[in-house]
């Protein structure tokens, strides 16, 4: 049962604080997925910064007072980043709650160049993350950080700008296939005039909305946004595409399709309700198969978070949490296009595993690490952060194991810390941490164990 126990924590959080590991190792997985759930009804929003990109004000500076501003904007959305990642890592957090609002801000992937944007799509995600896909949908096309990515903003009727009602298809709904070039014309049309203010709110303008008859996905109407949304979740085939989506995030990446075929028709008939499609991923008993277990690959966000949650790292520098997410490829709030990342075993490069496996030394010796890529070279969001220059508690790791010996140490640890079998033979491994003075036994077990290639696995 341990093993279930760590496999739903990894897949619907961030894994299990040791603490967490020894009161809940041993509960069912009704009575897991009860408590999950339970903690992600408590939905606080994040509090929304003071400050936000006047687009209007930036019109009228020169470049050098524009240029401060955006830098000062990054910052913010850059601060928001860093209180997201420590909320996934603080087992006080509902571990669901933030992992859902990590899935769909990767769906809706955005680039949020304002820490109020930033900060109200992600408050409107977790809103939503376990409710209703309409709804939640329906939101994010009312999104401004969305509708300025996406340019719709400059969709008027006159000039209809189809950069939204695309992507609301291709990649946020229905998928590929589904739809005619004609549909995405027709929905721009009807989504002219959802547009935003310069205070970053939502804001319908009439006098820019096309009023005129649409043809929809075979329908005819005076079609407004909310109406084609409606169209399109219409289609089983937008159950289908979500509920693929998603079995490849929390389950595996090869995809059973009879099971994807059989949980599409639930959601569709719950009428979109997420909630029930999760609980009913996580309560199946192919979740917990052999085939499931241990074989997706981290995500840089769902590494670092695991690390900082099992040993409850606390960053002099909280740049460095920004370094690592730049240095392996995923930074929140700043997706590589809309389409988000693409994960799997993209994640994986010589460079970026090299980084992985030096990563919890570097934490635990609080060492600097020089990986250098064009990226972090041009930006001085991160400065600082290589040193890795942090604080951890070893001891409810300490409390976890039964003996002195290596291999005690090395078994308790494997036990918790990986979800399949270690390559390397243990007697070789549990050779290598004796060797180690008696005082360092522990930390040189969970350095060798958290650095293992098995570690990389959830």
């Known amino acids: 049962m341990s093993n279930k126990i760590k496999h739903l924590y990894w897949r619907a959080g961030f894994g299990l604080s040791p ?79 933030e992992r859902m609002s990590f899935f769909w801000h990767g769906h809706f992937a955005c680039q949020s160049k304002s820490g109020i944007l930033a900060v109200t799509q992600l408050n409107t995600i977790r809103e939503h993350a ?86 929809f996905m075979g329908k005819k109407g005076n079609f407004n946004g909310d109406d084609i949304i409606d169209i399109i979740l219409e289609k089983r085939e937008t159950a289908g595409f979500i509920t ?34 999760m609980r009913g991923i996580f309560e199946s008993e192919w ?33 460095a949490i920004l370094f690592t997410q730049k240095a392996l490829g995923q930074m929140l709030f700043n997706p590589p296009n809309v389409a988000g990342w693409p994960g799997g075993k993209s994640w994986i490069d010589n460079a970026t595993l090299m980084f992985r496996l030096n990563l919890v030394p570097g934490i635990i010796n609080s060492t600097e690490l020089n990986f250098k890529t064009k990226e972090l070279a041009e930006e001085d969001d991160v400065k600082g952060g290589r040193r890795l220059t942090a604080s951890v508690n070893l001891q409810p790791l300490k409390n976890l194991t039964t003996g002195t010996s290596g291999l005690a140490t090395l078994e308790a640890l494997t036990n918790y810390l990986l979800q399949t079998p270690v390559s390397i033979g243990k007697e070789k491994l549990g050779r290598a941490i004796e060797s180690s003075q008696q005082a360092d036994l522990l930390k040189t077990a969970v350095m060798l164990v958290m650095t293992l290639p098995e570690y990389q696995m959830c």
């Open 287 to 319: 979740f917990y198969a052999d085939e499931n277990m241990g074989t997706k690959i981290k995500s840089p966000v769902e590494l670092v978070a695991g690390i900082m949650r099992t040993l409850n790292v606390q960053f002099s520098n909280d740049q």
């Open 244 to 277: 693929r989506k998603i079995y490849r995030h929390f389950v595996n990446e090869e995809v059973n399709e009879q099971i994807v075929k059989d949980l599409a028709n639930q959601f569709y008939k719950s009428n979109y309700d997420i909630s029930k499609l």
């Open 130 to 215: 376990l409710g209703n896909f309409r709804d939640l949908v329906l939101a994010i096309a009312k999104d401004p950080s969305m509708i300025r990515f996406l340019n719709n903003q400059q969709n008027r009727k006159d000039s209809p700008n189809e950069n939204f009602a695309r992507e609301l298809m291709e990649l946020f709904t229905i998928g590929r296939g589904h739809y005619t070039e004609q549909d995405i014309k027709e929905a721009a049309r009807a989504f002219t005039g959802w547009s935003s203010t310069v205070a970053g709110e939502f804001i319908f303008r009439e006098r820019q909305h096309d009023f005129g008859q649409k043809t």
């Open 19 to 97: 603490k967490e590991w020894q009161e809940r190792q041993n509960w069912s997985i009704k009575q897991a997925v009860d408590a999950l759930f339970l903690e992600a009804k408590k939905i606080e929003s994040i509090p929304v910064p003071g400050r936000d990109l006047d687009l209007g004000a930036l019109r009228q500076m020169d470049k050098k007072e524009a240029a401060e501003l955006l830098k000062k904007e990054r910052q913010v959305v850059a601060q928001q980043n860093i209180a997201w990642v420590q909320r996934m890592a603080n087992p006080n957090e509902s571990s669901l709650l």
